[in-house]
């Protein structure tokens, strides 16, 4: 039997996760209709970037990563049939295109190069310079000619009374004032890549309980993303992935992601009240899945790496 002090902190602690989902609900559903909008128009203007659709129930391409902070993610079109660098090779080149004497640093961790021939089909205007530089798809060429895009569709959808873009480099983000508060977004330029599963993600180190075998075969059939979110690397991201991994965490009939909801409330709260917190909703969803592999004895394995 629960005290009746611990039944009265549970019942409090539910109604403010479900006014907290209401919340960000609201938020999510006015976020996307204007990004459908502006992304509607800058698909118009530039075919290499994509509408973000809209959709009535999750849509994959926002994340939450606070209550008022989304990561947007705008797939881009025109490269297809991705495939693994066959070699290495320096780079001598800066942003503008001008020659380096020294080879810049090579990525690190999760981080790659891009280079228009790892694909077998590719639309001209990759080839061009305004993004690309000795056969490489520079990422901050690529947020350049974007932000411009936004600016654009900012004044011809008429949103300058509810969109504003904030100042930050080299990273696309934006303000967005919804009916409960002022939201900001991070609009990231992403490649996808289906059904392949990137060399550099070495998940899981090893087959253990959980995930099983066949469990890690369906998860890495979601493929992987490229974000365009610094200078000259591509950042890895496994936001399908994650999502699969992260709704099979009570396929044992356990409370998880009940403890996860109550975790985010804490973290909103207590942890790291305000408007950009140094500990994300990202953060606690790796720390409970990594719970769940040590409770089936596989050690550290919920992170992509």
């Known amino acids: 039997m629960k005290s009746l002090m611990e039944g009265n902190l549970e019942d ?20 996307q209709k204007i990004v459908h909008h502006l992304t509607t128009e800058i698909s118009y203007q530039d075919i290499r970037f994509q509408a973000v659709l809209y959709s009535d129930t999750y849509n994959e391409n926002i994340k939450v990563l606070a209550p008022t902070q989304f990561l947007i993610t705008v797939p881009m079109r ?77 004044e011809t959808c008429h949103l300058s009374g509810k969109v504003s873009m904030l100042m930050d480099r080299p990273a696309v983000r934006v303000a967005v004032e919804t009916s409960t508060g002022r939201v900001e977004l991070e609009l990231t330029p992403s490649v996808e890549i289906p059904t392949a599963w990137s060399k550099k993600a070495r998940w899981p180190s090893c087959l253990k309980r959980w995930p099983s075998a066949e469990r890690v075969q369906c998860i890495k059939s979601f493929g992987f993303s490229l974000l365009a979110c610094s200078n000259y690397h591509w950042q890895l991201s496994f936001l399908r992935a994650e999502q699969v991994l992260l709704e099979q965490l009570d396929e044992d ?53």
């Open 253 to 305: 009939g356990g409370c998880r992601r009940k403890c996860l909801q109550a975790m985010r409330q804490m973290k909103e709260d207590v942890w790291c009240p305000g408007k950009r917190p140094v500990i994300t909703s990202y953060h606690l969803q790796v720390l409970k899945a990594e719970l769940k592999c040590k409770e089936e004895g596989n050690g550290s394995d919920a992170a992509f790496t």
């Open 78 to 154: 025109g490269l297809a049939g991705y495939r693994e660098a066959r070699q290495q090779r320096w780079r001598y080149y800066t942003l503008q295109g001008a020659r380096l004497p020294c080879p810049l640093r090579d990525p690190e961790g999760l981080q790659q190069w891009l280079e228009v021939e790892q694909f077998l089909k590719s639309l001209w205007q990759w080839h061009e310079a305004d993004v690309n530089i000795d056969g490489d798809i520079v990422p901050a060429k690529v947020l350049q000619v974007f932000r411009k895009l936004v600016e654009n569709a900012i």
């Open 12 to 31: 409090c602690l539910l109604n403010k996760v479900d006014l907290r989902r209401q919340w960000i609900s609201q938020m999510v559903e006015e976020v």
